[in-house]
């Protein structure tokens, strides 16, 4: 640890604590507008560029989920985590490539938009003897250069997924565009519930849509209002991201 950064660390989880128990009123009154309890929703901290340190501490507040998006930046802090009592989830772009070094490590991935990436997990997970739960990452605002199957791909792909072995589809996950307006991001929002509900209703084979992940530090109560069963916050809780 740097001296800079032991210096910062008092202050740093001071804010952390204030933002922790914030952020988890806000999920509850969300939760209650849309007819749920704090319960219901799963709080997963995005813990890009935060160190090691900070995010232990967030765990001891009671975090269970957190989540990284790099392959490379989660294996570099992997043995640092306390996972004792928490599960840690990809959350970001996953190359095929990568597959094989993240597999038993995370509890999920929700970041899987391609056949051929859900094949690589599989074939990962079956030589490995686990089996790995994943989410299918949306498109929902079809922009270009952006992860994400677009929505008329979507059937086909759960239904080929579904059929491989050693993995489970567990639900969807989207970034939407960003908005200036939140009724404009509610859109997007209300779309993915309405595609959530329709997959649960046709109860597939080896799909459950157990999560639907959606919602970040600036639309979090929105998307939990639209039906978010799972909520990615990252820098509400742990302050501007700084890229060292
Ligand atoms: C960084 C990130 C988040 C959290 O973003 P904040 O706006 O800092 O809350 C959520 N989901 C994904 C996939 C991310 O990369």
Same mark, same amino acid.
């Given at each position: 640890?740097?001296?800079?950064?032991?210096?910062? *660390? +008092?202050?740093?989880?001071?804010?952390?604590?204030?933002?922790?128990?914030?952020?988890?009123?806000?999920?509850?009154?969300?939760?209650?507008?849309?007819?749920?309890?704090?319960?219901?929703?799963?709080?997963?901290?995005?813990?890009?560029?935060?160190? +090691?340190?900070?995010?232990?501490?967030? =765990?001891?507040?009671? *975090?269970?989920?957190?989540?990284?998006?790099?392959?490379?930046?989660?294996?570099?802090?992997?043995?640092?985590?306390?996972?004792?009592?928490?599960? *840690?989830?990809?959350?970001?772009?996953?190359?095929?490539?990568?597959?094989?070094?993240?597999?038993?490590?995370?509890?999920? $991935?929700?970041?899987?938009?391609?056949?051929?990436?859900?094949?690589?997990?599989?074939?990962?997970?079956?030589?490995?003897?686990?089996?790995?739960?994943? *989410? $299918?990452?949306?498109? =929902?605002?079809?922009?270009?250069?952006?992860?994400?199957?677009?929505?008329?791909?979507?059937?086909?792909? =759960?239904? &080929?997924?579904?059929?491989?072995?050693?993995?489970?589809?567990?639900?969807?996950?989207?970034? +939407? +565009?960003?908005?200036?307006?939140?009724?404009?991001?509610?859109?997007?929002?209300?779309?993915?519930?309405?595609?959530?509900?329709? =997959?649960?209703?046709?109860?597939?084979? &080896?799909?459950?849509?157990?999560?639907?992940?959606?919602?970040?530090?600036?639309?979090?109560?929105?998307? $939990?209002?639209?039906?978010?069963?799972?909520?990615?916050?990252?820098?509400?809780?742990?302050?501007?991201?700084?890229?060292?």
């Amino acid at each position: 640890m740097t001296e800079k950064l032991l210096t910062e *660390l +008092p202050e740093k989880f001071d804010s952390v604590k204030a933002n922790f128990f914030e952020i988890q009123e806000n999920i509850a009154r969300a939760a209650e507008k849309s007819g749920r309890s704090f319960d219901d929703i799963l709080f997963l901290a995005a813990t890009k560029t935060v160190e +090691p340190e900070v995010i232990n501490y967030a =765990i001891s507040l009671g *975090l269970k989920y957190i989540g990284e998006n790099k392959v490379q930046e989660l294996l570099s802090k992997y043995d640092d985590y306390h996972l004792d009592h928490c599960q *840690l989830q990809l959350i970001g772009h996953l190359q095929t490539n990568k597959v094989r070094q993240i597999i038993g490590k995370v509890s999920m $991935i929700q970041s899987v938009d391609s056949l051929k990436l859900a094949n690589e997990i599989s074939k990962q997970s079956k030589k490995n003897d686990v089996s790995t739960d994943i *989410l $299918i990452e949306v498109n =929902i605002g079809r922009e270009e250069n952006k992860s994400g199957v677009l929505t008329e791909n979507l059937d086909e792909l =759960i239904e &080929n997924i579904s059929k491989l072995d050693n993995v489970h589809i567990k639900g969807l996950m989207a970034i +939407p +565009p960003i908005c200036d307006k939140k009724t404009d991001v509610c859109k997007f929002f209300d779309k993915m519930y309405k595609l959530f509900i329709d =997959i649960s209703d046709k109860t597939l084979d &080896n799909v459950c849509m157990d999560y639907l992940s959606m919602g970040m530090s600036d639309d979090y109560e929105e998307a $939990i209002i639209s039906g978010a069963n799972m909520v990615r916050i990252g820098s509400s809780l742990f302050g501007a991201r700084i890229y060292r």
